[in-house]
């Protein structure tokens, strides 16, 4: 163990020091991509754009709002809404300077702009004509054209710059619309990455003893909490307006006209980010976790200044096979797995920490729930007390596996409200975590696989979904130095 790793252990709790093996074997942090970003990004739909003089130019856009029910995502707002004729792409300007009064518009001083409207399923042609013909200055000549246009934001300058050439005027507002935020992963991943190793290497040495013991699996899971200095203790989320940028065409005439280039002003950031910044980018109902009145009450506390620091809360080893006897079939118990082990001890923690009157225990000759501690190591920190029994269940604690969890793990993961995943094998076929595709060689066999045709699909991504009402962070840890612990392929870790 280095010098630098031992310093990182001399200020662990005093339960976790005692458990920690002598021997800490390193790893590096790889963020988990989600379902979006690994799909083609590049989604077109059809919007239409009009032309209109300078002057008008906001009356046209108050009729494209009030057809898009002022929707930010019907308003497409990483488009342009409104563009001089000079800076369409250049298919565009030989296609629309021949059409109507298009010369006109493209040639000499013009005082007009082309103006995006919204998506073409989303508005009823009858209408915006109707619309549109309201308008003085377009009675006579009124333009509606139909062209391409990426349905998502895009995820780099360079991306906009090129979707700005072949399409229409892109903005880049420096976040990450098809995931978390990449200042989110960065920031959390230089606190997570100091002791990663330290938990992995408890998960490890934890699945060895259950496996040796005949419990179950190879599989461990370790819950960590995690102190981060100058996160307030109600861990305040901070939202910027998705439409910070004005929907109007006035600043665009007014700055776009005098020659400023889109491209260059985002390039420089004088763009508004279109960002929705939260502490883990998770969702939550609420800031803090908590009801209004507590937010009020705990105001005074949350200046206080936290020092940084880690505690252990639970760990737990795969008990599948624990009282089985053939009674679970070939794959045990499925309320056995590391993973709902880990989190049903937490939730023990938290009942005991609420001084509820214990039950009198039943005698029972087979225990489906096993969140009782089965080894040494799972009893010492089941005794300890939770470090903060005051809020709900896993809310932005840290799981450490051995393994990708489940489908079924991950979704009670995602329900316990964890902050953040490291696990380090992969599990193609069962697990719940990753995105990428599901190969159909993902099981080694060489030909067909003897349990039938498997492999194939998308992988689910769960751990961040639009779909869902929480995401957390993931990472998966690799080593060199760690010794592999194997399991079959088609294992529901």
Known sequence: MGDSMK??????????????????????????????????????????ITRAPNKVTNSVVEIARALTSDDTAKNLPHLRRCVKPGDLPPHLKTQFMNEGNGRQVHF??????????GPKDDIRYEELVGRLATIDDIRDDIFVGVIPVPLLAPTSQMLASMWSAQFWQTIYRRNNPLGPHPSTITRFENYVSKDASIWMSLAHQIAKKSQRAGLGEPVGAVIVKRTIPGKSAGGKTVIKSAMAESDSCSDYARNDLNGSNVDAQSARGDIPSAETEYDGDVKQPDADGQNPEAQGEDASKQDIPVKEATEIVAIAADAR????????????????????????????KLVRAEERPRSEPQIMEYETFQDKPLLGDEQIVYDADHPSPDGYLCHELELYMTHEPCIMCAMAILHSRMGRIVFRHRMPLTGGMCAEDRGYDACDASGLC???????GQGLGLFYRKELNWSLLGWEWESNEAEDVLVDAHLHA
Request: some cysteine.
């Open 321 to 348: 096979w624990h009282q089985q006897d053939g009674k679970a079939g070939r794959t045990g118990n499925p309320m056995g797995h590391a993973a709902l082990r880990a989190i049903s001890m937490v939730a023990q």
């Open 7 to 48: 310093e990182v252990v001399e200020k662990l709790d005093p339960v976790a020091r005692r458990l920690v093996p002598p021997n800490i074997d390193l790893g590096t942090l790889v963020p988990l991509k989600t379902n979006l970003e690994l799909r083609d990004n590049l989604s077109l739909g059809f919007a239409y």
């Open 450 to 456: 003897e349990k039938g045709d498997c492999g194939g």
């Open 108 to 117: 000499g001083k013009s005082n007009w702009l082309y103006i995006l409207l």
